[in-house]
């Protein structure tokens, strides 16, 4: 079945409100991914430094197809050293004289042995903003541990409140703790690269995986000091509002709904035929709601599940409360709200059936800079002779290459 997704193509003339900033992107995996994505796609030239064996993004294949790469690695170029050898560390360093941003996502202290830390950078460069990017952060009692998204997944609290309070805590089914970190990265990133224009000092940015999910899991900390007691599993029901949950209909579809409002609430009540509820005492407020909540739950479940799925949307649109489908990834393709947003496109691609790999589209959107398509993924060390021998001069490329410093 094919897609109602826009098909958008590549433009290598295009260019965006970071045209001329350098980032030199030697992290591995999809926080440091996201965080050059969003300033490649917004103009930046992002050069990912590759190992010989690439970036362990391009190892989660699906049918053989690098998925995750072309989706986090659009809009960057791929040079490939041998970075355990001198001479590829000494060609970063020289590289590094003209970025303006150098990512890193190497266990603390890594760099540092291979003559690239801050102290080093900085001689060269001192206007460089250094991304730092570590499981727990370049200090404290944990800064030598490994640490993934999953581990920060569950040490920021997140999966001890998401699933049912009868069943095991929950970890997301998607890189959470990676793109939490990776969008705080590239704001981090953008504001110290404006004081680096404005004062010519370059700085560190301290990138841990836990501290962005700490500051999305707020007030969690607040709420058990005034109350005493953790927040409990609750599946799809908020502990904040009723009615608030994922509803299934006849037909085997879901909706999830919400109302958060007093007068969402009564909306809803009258478009199900039963105003009366309005005020019923178990029903009036919401800490009523939230008290009978189970019979509340019954109501509407026991409507909605008389009914298939596109009546439900269609009956609760009408009568303006807040529903929406629960969509999967065949739903996401044909529908018209997501093409039309261009929430996702399509992109050329030769190793996908029928020549175009669905992404997400430019995020954020800038009305007067949007972001910019201007290369696909590229293959590992593609861009070695662009980047590496203008910089290098020919003689010194050359002799790298035989060398096997420079590598793809």
């Not at 949307?313 to 009568?319: G, K, N, R, T, V």
């Not at 044909?334 to 059936?353: C, F, H, K, N, S």
Request: charge should be negative; glycine fraction near 10%.
């Amino acid at each position: 079945m094919e897609s109602r997704l826009h098909r958008k193509q590549f433009d290598a003339t295009a260019r965006g409100p970071l045209d001329g900033v350098r980032v030199l992107d030697l992290a591995r995996l999809v926080a440091g991914n996201t965080l050059s994505m969003v300033l490649g796609d917004h103009g930046a030239e992002v050069i990912k430094v590759e190992p010989p064996e690439g970036d362990t993004l391009r190892a989660w294949k699906v049918k053989g197809v690098e998925t995750s790469w072309k989706s986090w690695c659009r809009n960057k170029k791929s040079i490939c050293l041998e970075l355990r050898n001198p001479e590829a560390q000494e060609v970063v360093r020289q590289l590094a004289r003209e970025a303006g941003i150098l990512l890193e996502s190497f266990r603390p202290g890594v760099l540092e042995a291979m003559g690239l830390g801050p102290d080093v950078l900085h001689a060269i460069n001192p206007k460089l903003v250094i991304v730092r990017i570590s499981g727990w952060g370049q200090d404290g009692p944990f800064r030598h541990k490994p640490g993934f998204g999953t581990l920060v997944e569950g040490y920021s609290g997140f999966a001890a409140v998401n699933g049912f309070a009868d069943r095991e805590p929950v970890l997301p089914p998607m890189f959470m703790g990676d793109c939490y970190a990776g969008i705080y990265g590239a704001a981090s990133a953008t504001i110290a690269l404006r004081h680096a224009e404005l004062t010519g000092q370059g700085q560190v940015i301290d990138l841990s995986l836990i501290d962005p999910m700490l500051a999305v899991m707020d007030p969690q900390t607040a709420n058990y000091r005034l109350t005493g007691k953790t927040k409990v599993r609750t599946g799809s029901r908020s502990t904040n509002t009723a009615p608030r949950n994922a509803y299934r209909c006849r037909d085997g579809g879901w909706v999830c709904l919400s109302s958060s409002t007093q007068g969402m609430t009564e909306k809803l009540l009258r478009s199900i035929g039963r105003e009366e509820l309005i005020t019923d005492p178990r029903f009036r407020t919401n800490p009523d709601r939230l008290a009978n909540w189970q019979a509340l739950d019954a109501i509407i479940g026991d409507y909605i599940g008389a009914r298939d799925k596109a009546e439900v949307l269609a009956h609760f649109d009408a009568a303006g409360v807040t529903i929406g489908p629960i969509m999967d990834a065949a739903d996401l393709l044909q529908d018209d709200y997501v093409a039309e947003r261009e929430a996702l496109i399509e992109v050329p691609d030769e190793d996908m059936p029928g020549g175009f790999v669905p992404m997400h589209g430019m995020v954020p959107r800038l009305s007067a800079t949007p972001g910019v398509l201007a290369r696909r993924a590229p293959k590992l060390g593609e861009h070695n002779d662009e980047v590496l021998r203008p910089a290098l001069g020919e003689d010194e490329f050359t002799r790298l290459s035989a060398a096997g410093v420079i590598r793809g």
